[in-house]
């Protein structure tokens, strides 16, 4: 098959299976995985709003949310330039270039990329790994995605907290074992957790992620959606998941 756009050595093009959406990936550096995926459904989009999605990798959540939603825009911002340019390169091969805009942009200085309260949602998958040691000289590509060595989880809030507009929405993936540093860290920046849903690998087992609304300057009362279980028993998805994939 021939692309319009370059596809590099060690690339590969992979089907999102909505509207014929495809996106590139390096093995060598990182792909999405299905927390990317299952945010992109979680995340609630009205007509017409303005959409930021921070740490944006492959770019992989605007591609999705812009077959899935009627926002009018969506922004993303990655610090690691060929990432990037990659993420740039899947927009273009999708046409989407008038709907989704890449930056290279280190979300720590946000307020030199946006103006504030320029966005009615924040999305945003961040690095879940907050642990030290011989990491912190570690600065490979899926080092920078997975820990948080080039940005926190204060920054991801506080970055969210400057782009919301009063009511705006912030979505976000994380692991359940940094809830509570998560919820204090929203309500340090009056971001107001509304949404709770814990992530299951099967029925039986302990969550693996959670996913986390958060709405700017809301009013204190947060609801536990059933829990997203991803497998049925033979390994097989489960009808839920097949829907967030497929549909």
Do not use: W
Not at 1 to 8: A, D, H, L, R, T
Not at 148 to 161: G, I, K
Not at 172 to 191: C, G, Q, S
Request: proline letters at 5%; aromatic letters at 8%; a neutral charge.
């Amino acid at each position: 098959m021939e692309y319009s756009v370059e596809i590099k050595e060690y690339e590969r093009v992979d089907d999102l299976h909505r509207n014929g959406y495809m996106i590139i990936q390096d093995p060598k550096r990182f792909c999405f995985g299905i927390d990317a995926v299952i945010l992109s459904d979680f995340a609630k989009v009205k007509k017409g709003d303005r959409v930021i999605d921070l740490c944006t990798g492959t770019g992989i959540i605007p591609i999705l949310m812009e077959a899935k939603t009627k926002a009018s825009s969506f922004n993303a911002v990655e610090i690691q330039p060929e990432s990037a340019e990659m993420a740039e390169r899947s927009v273009r091969l999708n046409g989407l270039q008038d709907k989704i805009t890449i930056n290279v942009g280190d979300i720590k200085n946000i307020d030199e990329l946006y103006k504030p309260s320029s966005f009615e949602v924040v999305t945003v998958n961040p690095p879940y790994m907050n642990e030290g040691g011989g990491l912190q000289n570690d600065f490979s590509p899926k080092t920078i995605a997975r820990h948080e060595v080039l940005c926190t989880l204060e920054d991801v809030v506080y970055a969210s907290a400057r782009l919301l507009v009063t009511q705006g929405r912030l979505y976000m993936v994380h692991r359940p074992h940094r809830l509570a540093d998560i919820i204090v860290t929203l309500r340090k920046y009056k971001l107001e957790p509304k949404t709770l849903r814990f992530v299951h690998s099967y029925y039986d087992r302990e969550p693996t992620m959670v996913l986390i609304e958060a709405v700017k300057n809301g009013r204190p009362m947060t609801k536990v959606m059933a829990p997203l279980i991803v497998y049925n028993k033979d390994g097989s998805y489960t009808e839920e998941i097949h829907r967030i994939y497929y549909e």
